[in-house]
C-alpha cells in the first residue's frame, strides 16, 4: 500500500517559476523526506523533516509539514531546466528509518 | 567512495529461472533495503535489514530472497522468476537511526519473459 501520495501527479512550469508538489500520508511518522529522480537514475535524497518540526529550508528547496493534516509540501524557487525529474516523498510510517514508504511521486518538467 | 553500487545494470530473464541481484555500499552503513519500482508508481520496500546476519520482509516479500553475511553486502536472490517480477529494482542503505537519509545505487532493471 502507499503511505504517500503526491500532488499533482505531474507539474509544467517555465524556468524561474516557482514549483510546489504536495504529499499526504496515512499514519504517524517520525520524519518524512523527499527524493528526487532523474530519468533512469537512483534516487538523491533532497531534505528530510522530523516530525516536531513545520518548516525546513536548504538552498532553493522550502519544505513544509503539518502533522495535523497529515501533510507535507515542497516548494523548489526560481526553478531550473536541470530540475526536471520526479520528486517522491516518503515517510517512516514510524516504523524505523529503514523501512520507507514511497508515494507514486509527481513528475516535474522545467520548460525554457 | 563509490557509494552504493548495484550489478547488473540490465537483466533479461525467461520464467523460471533463478539470479541474483548484487548490492553492495562502501560507507559502513548498517541498515540496507531492497526496493522495486513498477511503472508510474513509487518504490515498494521487499527486504531490509539493519545490520549483518538481520533480515527482514518489507511489503513485497514473496518470490524473493535475502542474506546479510557483511556489512557490505545485500544480495536479492529471485527464486523463480515471473513475468509480475518485471521491474527495476534499486538497494539503498543508510546510518542506523531514524533521522538519516537513505542512499540509492544507480538500480538493475529486470525483465522477466
Known amino acids: 500500500s502507499q503511505q504517500g501520495e503526491e500532488d499533482p501527479q505531474a507539474l509544467s512550469i517555465q524556468e524561474g517559476e516557482n514549483a510546489t508538489m504536495n504529499c499526504s500520508y496515512k499514519?504517524?511518522?517520525?520524519?518524512l523526506q523527499w527524493y528526487r529522480q532523474n530519468s533512469g537514475r537512483g534516487l538523491v535524497h533532497l531534505i528530510l523533516?522530523?516530525?516536531?518540526?513545520r518548516e525546513k529550508h536548504s538552498g532553493r528547496l522550502r519544505v513544509t509539514l503539518d502533522t495535523s493534516k497529515k501533510s507535507s509540501s515542497l516548494l523548489i524557487t526560481a526553478s531550473r531546466a536541470a530540475d526536471t525529474a520526479s520528486y517522491f516523498c516518503?515517510?517512516?510510517?514510524?516504523?524505523?528509518?529503514?523501512?520507507?514508504?514511497f508515494g507514486q511521486g509527481t513528475r516535474l518538467t522545467i520548460n525554457p | 567512495n563509490a557509494g552504493v553500487t548495484q550489478t547488473p545494470k540490465f537483466q533479461v530473464l525467461k520464467t523460471g529461472q533463478s539470479m541474483t541481484l548484487q548490492c553492495a555500499q562502501d560507507?559502513?552503513?548498517?541498515?540496507m533495503s531492497w526496493y522495486r519500482q513498477d511503472p508510474g508508481m513509487g518504490l515498494r520496500l521487499i527486504h531490509y535489514?539493519?545490520?549483518?546476519?538481520?533480515?527482514d520482509q518489507g511489503e513485497v516479500p514473496n518470490g524473493y530472497n535475502v542474506s546479510r553475511s557483511t556489512t557490505e553486502d545485500f544480495p536479492l536472490r529471485l527464486l523463480s522468476a515471473a513475468p509480475s517480477q518485471t521491474s527495476v529494482y534499486f538497494c539503498?542503505?543508510?546510518?542506523?537511526?531514524?533521522?538519516?537519509?537513505?542512499?540509492f545505487g544507480p538500480g538493475t532493471r529486470l525483465t522477466v519473459l
Open positions: 539503498a542503505s543508510s546510518l542506523r537511526g531514524d533521522y538519516n537519509e537513505q542512499f
Open positions: 499514519t504517524s511518522i517520525n520524519n
Open positions: 523533516i522530523r516530525s516536531n518540526e
Open positions: 516518503a515517510t517512516d510510517a514510524d516504523q524505523g528509518a529503514q523501512k520507507l514508504v
Open positions: 560507507m559502513n552503513h548498517e541498515y
Open positions: 535489514s539493519v545490520g549483518a546476519g538481520i533480515t
